[in-house]
């Protein structure tokens, strides 16, 4: 167990619906950062979050969204989803300061039908 | 946007063999270098990283890479690889201005055969 906690493992839903994604980072960790892996991509970094706050984007799409709440857990809303939106996404966590390297999560795994 | 290159996307090799997985990135300012490691249906874990000093740097599981400024290369290496080191590999470099932002290279899955 890396410390971080993503839900649900898998997800499966259908082309058009709106589905979110969740991220505990592991204690004591104030920034949150989500992947998208898939097999024509390679991991894309999407959004950063420290503390609350959105500190950079990469690329992700209009149609998805992220936060982080007080409690330092995060969520990504992905809408509007599209077949191409099949991917692992993957959380992952780092200390403050630079250097420290990521905590990833197992991962969500989202298929769309 | 960081450039992070994998030559290789398949490294086969024999178990108790040596291996290299090479890397390459596009920066001319200083840059964190990192590798992970994927198993199967499993997130990603640090083997090792570079930050300044030694430019040979020790990590988990008998790994080590080679910081090669010069070439901007990362190249991880293992001496003797074991059954259950087959698994992609990847490298990972900072963003020069958000070091706490990586890019990724597309991977390496090592097949250890026996």
């Known amino acids: 167990d890396s410390g971080v906690t993503q839900t649900p493992k898998h997800l499966i839903t259908a082309t058009g619906q709106r589905v979110t994604l969740r991220c505990s980072p592991r204690s004591g960790d104030l920034s949150v950062y989500w992947y998208q892996q898939s097999l024509d991509q390679g991991l894309q970094f999407l959004i950063q979050?420290?503390?609350?706050?959105?500190?950079a984007k990469g690329n992700i799409l209009e149609r998805f969204s992220a936060q982080q709440f007080p409690d330092l857990h995060s969520e990504l809303n992905l809408s509007s989803l599209e077949l191409g939106d099949s991917a692992l996404y993957f959380c992952a966590s780092s200390a403050q300061g630079a250097g420290y390297g990521y905590t990833f999560g197992s991962g969500t795994r989202l298929t769309v039908v | 946007a960081q450039s992070v290159t994998q030559l290789d996307s398949q490294v086969p090799v024999f178990e108790e063999a040596p291996v290299e997985l090479r890397c390459n990135y596009s920066?001319?300012?200083?840059?964190?270098l990192f590798w992970y490691v994927q198993y199967p249906n499993q997130g990603l874990q640090l083997l090792l990283k570079y930050l300044s000093g030694s430019t040979l740097v020790k990590g988990i599981n008998g790994f080590e890479a080679e910081f090669n400024k010069s070439q901007t290369s990362f190249h991880l290496r293992k001496p003797s690889v074991h059954i259950s080191d087959t698994a992609e590999y990847f490298c990972?470099?900072?963003?020069?201005?958000?070091?706490?932002?990586?890019?990724f290279g597309s991977g390496t899955k090592l097949n250890v055969k026996p």
């Open positions: 979050y420290y503390n609350g706050e959105e500190r």
């Open positions: 920066s001319s300012v200083s840059v964190y």
């Open positions: 990972a470099v900072s963003d020069p201005y958000n070091f706490n932002k990586f890019y």
